[in-house]
């Protein structure tokens, strides 16, 4: 069984930042692609950023480009989402999400039901 535990939400200012982190457990963490999605209330999940198990490529929103870096330690079993420049509309919760194996090679990267694995979410509130 894998469990995904996720960290470091919280309240922040428009401008300022945040780093989220999420803690595998039960299995080999270097086999898992990884992935941030976000959802607010009132709208449906949504993507924020993936990576490839090796860490060599990573996949964006187009509204977090520039703003937003995804990255993993291995070693540490931990997935990490850097924040910067953060919006009132990036208030959300943040889940972690884990697949096993590659990611496709497509759009369903950013698709909910391509996750196998999911963490309890991190509230992030950014006030104007």
């Known amino acids: 069984q894998v469990q995904l535990v996720e960290s470091g939400g919280g309240l922040v200012q428009a401008g300022g930042s945040l780093r989220l982190s999420c803690v595998v457990s039960?299995?080999?963490?270097?086999?898992?692609?990884m992935g941030w999605f976000r959802q607010a209330p009132g709208k449906e999940r949504e993507f924020v950023a993936a990576?490839?198990?090796?860490?060599?490529?990573?996949y964006y929103q187009d509204s977090v480009k520039g703003r937003f870096t995804i990255s993993r330690d291995n070693a540490k079993n931990t997935v990490y989402l850097q924040m910067n420049s953060l919006k009132p509309e990036d208030t959300a919760v943040y889940y972690c999400?884990?697949?096993?194996?590659?990611?496709?090679?497509?759009?369903?990267?950013?698709?909910?039901?391509?996750?196998?694995?999911w963490g309890q979410g991190t509230q992030v509130t950014v006030s104007s």
């Open positions: 999400a884990a697949r096993a194996g590659s990611l496709p090679t497509n759009e369903d990267t950013y698709n909910v039901d391509t996750y196998n694995y």
């Open positions: 039960g299995r080999i963490f270097s086999r898992y692609s």
């Open positions: 990576i490839r198990r090796s860490g060599g490529s990573t």
